[in-house]
């Protein structure tokens, strides 16, 4: 009868950490995307696998109970305590989530000299958003484009990044490569790249084409900057090239309890940005503002948050974004590549007054008068695309919705003002 009792207190004890971790997992999940995971094959078959494991041998050692004494229990007791540590390690090694190496990245971003930081080259968000060898959204490319391709490179923040939705949805950038590829068929093959990276504003976008771009032999430069400096003028920044604002990438301490897959699984509400097993994927302010410990931690490197409702934007001159700006056309006049400056669109509705929306707003004025002086193309996107709130993620990224449409107004503009020139790919 002892033997039996034990036996199944420790039936029970298993199942008991089972289900508690399955329930805090999917509990503390981020949507969709970890219930899908939850209820996988290899979950299944892991879990199934180690509690069979672990009942054979449960079995066996009571029945040697008397035998073997205290020594076969403490045993038990502690594969017991480990089964979801090594079934949840397990787990993510067959399913190969990518894990971040510590003191170096945060979710899919690393530090680099002049950029602060960049997009890890084939990384995966926890939104599902696939970056390719060269660290873009999208499919892999070649550093060297096509002889008889035109090469067109989307530079700017989140907004041409587009946060506002995961790897499951077509971002613009696909969607107008597609019907570009459609409509020059037979005369010209057309590759789009997305080279947006979430938070970063026209110094970056200046340091990344003069310094990276380049090598990727670019025919035409979609620039569409102008949010995040607006965010910069409206903080404490007083320099020009933002070094108050934009800090070197600092990686939170951990906790010696964070290198449990399992500890850092129920105590998720705890662990560090930088957490191995439970990384928050940083792709974008708007996604991780709603985590209070991440958000902590992003107005701590950057005062942006705290800053899109207050600040005083006449303190400091647009100046800066400005000079970025004719900076990067002349590059591009040296290199023969045709640049064309886009405005973002935003969701400017009356109960979203932001300072920062006021900034963006004069940094469009600013564009369109650059555009005029320099004879190049313009895209209002903030007046081409609808104000319509079923279209935006939040006010300043499209969601799934808005992705055609943005993609569809690209198109137009790009045929219309003959930004492509459609000559036949053997006529050089």
Not at 69 to 88: D, R, V
Not at 291 to 315: C, L, R
Not at 327 to 353: A, C, D, E, W, Y
Request: hydrophobic share 40%; net charge positive.
């Amino acid at each position: 009868m002892k033997s039996f009792k034990l036996k199944v207190f420790l039936y029970i004890l298993t199942f008991f950490l089972y289900f508690l971790w399955s329930f805090l997992w999917l509990h503390e999940g981020n949507g969709n995307n970890l219930i899908l995971k939850l209820f996988s094959f290899k979950y299944f078959f892991i879990c199934i696998f180690s509690l069979t494991v672990i009942i054979l041998f449960s079995s066996f050692a009571i029945s040697q109970f008397t035998n073997f004494g205290n020594f076969w229990i403490s045993i038990l007791i502690l594969l017991i305590i480990l089964a979801p540590e090594m079934g949840l390690r397990s787990y993510l090694f067959l399913t190969k989530q990518p894990f971040i190496e510590l003191k170096k990245n945060i979710g899919i971003y690393r530090q680099t000299t002049f950029k602060s930081f960049e997009i890890i080259p084939n990384s995966t968000s926890m939104g599902g958003i696939r970056h390719n060898n060269f660290g873009f959204r999208g499919k892999d490319i070649t550093l060297k484009k096509h002889p008889n391709s035109v090469r067109i490179i989307f530079m700017g923040g989140s907004t041409t990044y587009e946060s506002g939705i995961g790897g499951g949805d077509k971002v613009f950038t696909e969607i107008l490569e597609d019907k570009l590829n459609q409509f020059f068929e037979g005369k010209k093959s057309i590759e789009v790249i997305n080279a947006g990276v979430p938070t970063w504003s026209s110094v970056h976008s200046l340091i990344n084409f003069a310094t990276y771009l380049l090598d990727f032999e670019p025919d035409i430069i979609f620039l569409m900057d102008g949010l995040n400096d607006a965010a910069v003028r409206i903080s404490d920044n007083s320099r020009s090239d933002y070094a108050e604002y934009y800090k070197p990438m600092q990686i939170p301490p951990l906790k010696i309890w964070e290198s449990s897959a399992f500890l850092s699984t129920i105590l998720r509400k705890y662990t560090s940005p930088a957490n191995k097993w439970w990384p928050n994927y940083w792709h974008g302010l708007v996604d991780v503002t709603n985590d209070p410990k991440i958000s902590k931690w992003i107005q701590s490197q950057y005062p942006y948050v705290n800053e899109m409702t207050q600040g005083n934007m006449e303190a400091h001159s647009p100046y800066p974004f400005e000079r970025n700006i004719l900076s990067l056309i002349g590059i591009t006049r040296q290199f023969g590549i045709k640049v064309v400056l886009l405005t973002t669109p935003i969701l400017n509705i009356s109960h979203n007054k932001a300072k920062a929306i006021e900034a963006l707003l004069e940094n469009h004025h600013i564009l369109k008068s650059i555009t005029e002086k320099e004879n190049i193309p313009f895209i209002d996107l903030y007046n081409l695309i609808p104000q319509r709130e079923e279209l935006y993620a939040d006010i300043y990224h499209l969601n799934s919705k808005g992705q055609p449409i943005k993609a569809e107004k690209l198109f137009e503009e790009i045929v219309s003002k003959k930004i492509i020139e459609a000559r036949p790919l053997n006529d050089k």
